[in-house]
């Protein structure tokens, strides 16, 4: 069932310790290029959760993880929808990924160590919400500031 009214999109912030995955796709999204965090589409009445469990399993390979809801972003697209974002952290249990059949390319990357903004996809959103959701939960305790 398709809506020409409304974009659902989980995006999955794969986390494990100080690394984030992250994905390139075979034919990008909205022909965009580089660096995604894994996404799609909601389909017909699955709850944002599901999609974000199916979506990091078909497309890395990752069926153990811990979920947290970390945001719904609300925008108007460019296709003139309004766009619903569930962004989610997964809390991997391993790094061992197999890329889904639409992806290119994955790979690890240390939260601090990410590739620049201009080599992320739709000018840097998904590292956008890495820095802005991920890089406190990923980093190690030792690094926490003393009083």
Request: contains cysteine; negative net charge.
């Amino acid at each position: 069932m398709e809506c020409n009214t409304h974009t659902l999109v989980a995006h999955v912030a794969a986390l494990h310790h100080s690394s984030a995955l992250l994905l390139k796709y075979k034919l990008s999204p909205a022909n965009q290029q580089g660096w995604f965090l894994p996404n799609d589409d909601l389909h017909h009445l699955e709850h944002p959760e599901q999609a974000a469990r199916r979506i990091l399993k078909e497309q890395t390979g990752i069926d153990e993880a811990t979920l947290k809801l970390a945001e719904i972003e609300s925008f108007m697209g460019n296709n003139q929808t309004w766009h619903l974002i569930f962004d989610y952290l997964a809390f991997t249990r391993t790094m061992k990924t197999s890329p889904g059949s639409g992806v290119e390319e994955l790979r690890w990357f240390e939260i601090d160590k990410l590739p620049p903004l201009e080599d992320f996809a739709h000018h840097g959103w998904g590292r956008t919400v890495l820095v802005k959701h991920a890089l406190a939960k990923a980093q190690p305790l030792s690094t926490s500031r003393q009083s």
